[in-house]
């Protein structure tokens, strides 16, 4: 089944790449790499604000995640020049989780995005991956993630 095909299936409509915060690009290439800026997790179109520990669970924590990998996708598409069967590879994830002191779960949320990384790309979509537990995140994010793809 082709990406797109499997994006159909799992009634997946990819956003628009977002307009940075601040003074950064959204993605930058050097050779076959792409480099994709930290992503926040939304719903329902605003920033999704969490502490995990504090006032948001795991489970919703991996719906954010997931969430913030659609949009990540999204950029990468307008970054493989709107051809997503470009990408040889997800190579890695960097996860940032906002998190009181005593919150270990970091790896849980940040499955919400890997697991659909593998779903989508297959065996190109498996992937090295960071998951961070920090004390804030922009605007009160409960998870920022950033990508690093191969594409040729």
């Not at 924590?61 to 950029?75: P, V």
């Not at 990468?76 to 709107?82: F, V």
């Amino acid at each position: 089944m082709s990406i797109y095909e499997k994006l159909k299936e799992l009634n997946i409509t990819l956003p628009a790449v977002a307009t940075p915060a601040a003074a950064y690009v959204m993605y930058a290439q050097s050779g076959k790499n792409v480099f994709l800026s930290g992503h926040l997790a939304k719903k329902d179109g605003k920033v999704w604000v969490g502490q995990f520990g504090k006032n948001i669970s795991v489970e919703e924590g991996q719906q954010a995640a997931r969430n913030t990998a659609i949009d990540l996708i999204g950029t990468l598409q307008a970054a493989c020049g709107g051809d997503l069967t470009r990408v040889k590879r997800i190579v890695k994830l960097m996860s940032l989780v906002n998190s009181t002191g005593d919150f270990t779960e970091q790896h849980l949320v940040t499955n919400g995005a890997s697991e659909l990384f593998g779903e989508i790309f297959g065996d190109a979509g498996k992937h090295a991956r960071s998951a961070f537990g920090v004390a804030q995140i922009p605007f009160g994010a409960c998870v920022e993630i950033e990508l690093i793809a191969e594409i040729d």
